[in-house]
């Protein structure tokens, strides 16, 4: 079974960095293209980044472009999200997805279980 298992969240100040890796298993992981999501309290679900299955294309919401960076290492089957400049809108439960299929659609095979980001103003 796919198991999605994301690391690295945690209490930082405005303008500081943190990386979130998602390390999967059960799944052919060099095949999928994989994304991340987060969610604030009171808020829906929001798309943040995406990359495809060789991460030669990498897709970004507006409001993390060029602040956060993703990136894949299809030897350890892990998914890396990068943040940098943080802010305190930032603030969220970050999640890691599969798509479907090995470039991204929006549709979600698969979501990790969550690890919490906190940016303190």
């Known amino acids: 079974q796919v198991q999605l298992v994301e690391s690295g969240g945690g209490l930082v100040q405005a303008g500081g960095s943190l990386r979130l890796s998602c390390a999967a298993s059960?799944?052919?992981?060099?095949?999928?293209?994989m994304g991340w999501s987060r969610q604030a309290p009171g808020k829906e679900r929001e798309f943040v980044a995406a990359i495809n299955w060789s991460g030669g294309y990498t897709s970004y919401a507006d409001s993390v472009k060029g602040r956060f960076t993703i990136s894949r290492d299809n030897f350890k089957n892990t998914v890396y999200l990068q943040m940098s400049s943080l802010k305190p809108e930032d603030t969220a439960v970050y999640y890691c997805?599969?798509?479907?299929?090995?470039?991204?659609?929006?549709?979600?095979?698969?979501w990790g279980q969550g690890t919490q980001v906190t940016v303190s103003s």
């Open positions: 059960g799944l052919a992981f060099r095949n999928y293209a």
């Open positions: 997805a599969r798509s479907y299929g090995n470039s991204w659609s929006g549709r979600v095979g698969s």
